[in-house]
T-cell receptor
Framework: NAGVMQNPRHLVRRRGQEARLRCSPM?????VYWYRQLPEEGLKFMVY????????ESGMPKERFSAEFPKEGPSILRIQQVVRGDSAAYFC?????????????FGPGTRLTVL | AQTVTQSQPEMSVQEAETVTLSCTYD???????LFWYKQPPSRQMILVIR??????QNATENRFSVNFQKAAKSFSLKISDSQLGDTAMYFC??????????FGTGTSLTVIP
């Protein structure tokens, strides 16, 4: 069973461009979470999604950021018109739909650098 | 609202010694889960140990054990026989019944040879 996959692992964008980060959860997992980690800081929750639904987006900036988890395909975190302050590691995690402690399994992260 | 607090930003321990990382939390729910995650320099988040709030027995995984004090809302992690590979950031996390996760700010642990 493959783990949580994230791609790309590294992404470089110039200010004003768009960044698309992809996350494929573990097989059978229907809950996806996105986190941002700035250098030397902890994880900041951004958004929690289930298939085709946004459950909690309280950590998502109101502008430029959006996330989706379609019925088919990976979850996408989209950042429009990137700025230097968006440079960070973005982690995706998934958890199973029911039963047990349902811990999160993390992907390796995407390191976004905005020039 | 749920919060998770890790009051030790940095800690160090001599190799083969024991170290305890502290974590306190706040929740109004009676049923929840607690976790410790490790983030080594590779930045991959790795689950270390989990605890179900309705279980009084402290969880143990090899050299890692927790001291779960439900009334005090405390969930500390003890690492015995510390190894150089234990050097990492450690995050405490709480999952509520709504499947939302709350992370502490982390403790950076350095194991000194």
């Amino acid at each position: 069973n493959a783990g949580v996959m994230q791609n790309p692992r590294h992404l470089v964008r110039r200010r004003g461009q768009e960044a698309r980060l992809r996350c494929s959860p573990m097989k059978g997992h229907s809950h996806v979470y996105w986190y941002r980690q700035l250098p030397e800081e902890g994880l900041k929750f951004m958004v929690y999604l289930q298939k085709e639904n946004i459950i909690d987006e309280s950590g998502m900036p109101k502008e430029r950021f959006s996330a989706e988890f379609p019925k088919e395909g990976p979850s996408i975190l989209r950042i429009q018109q990137v700025v230097r302050g968006d440079s960070a590691a973005y982690f995706c995690a998934s958890s199973p739909p029911s039963g047990g402690p349902r811990e999160q399994f993390f992907g390796p992260g995407t390191r976004l650098t905005v020039l | 609202a749920q919060t998770v607090t890790q009051s030790q930003p940095e800690m160090s321990v001599q190799e083969a010694e024991t170290v305890t990382l502290s974590c306190t939390y706040d929740t109004s729910e009676s049923n929840y889960y607690l976790f410790w995650y490790k983030q080594p320099p590779s930045r991959q988040m790795i689950l270390v140990i989990r605890q179900e709030a309705y279980k009084q027995q402290n969880a143990t995984e090899n050299r890692f054990s927790v001291n779960f004090q439900k009334a005090a809302k405390s969930f500390s992690l003890k690492i015995s026989d510390s190894q150089l590979g234990d050097t990492a950031m450690y995050f405490c996390a709480l999952r509520n019944t709504g499947n939302q996760f709350y992370f502490g700010t982390g403790t950076s642990l350095t194991v000194i040879p």
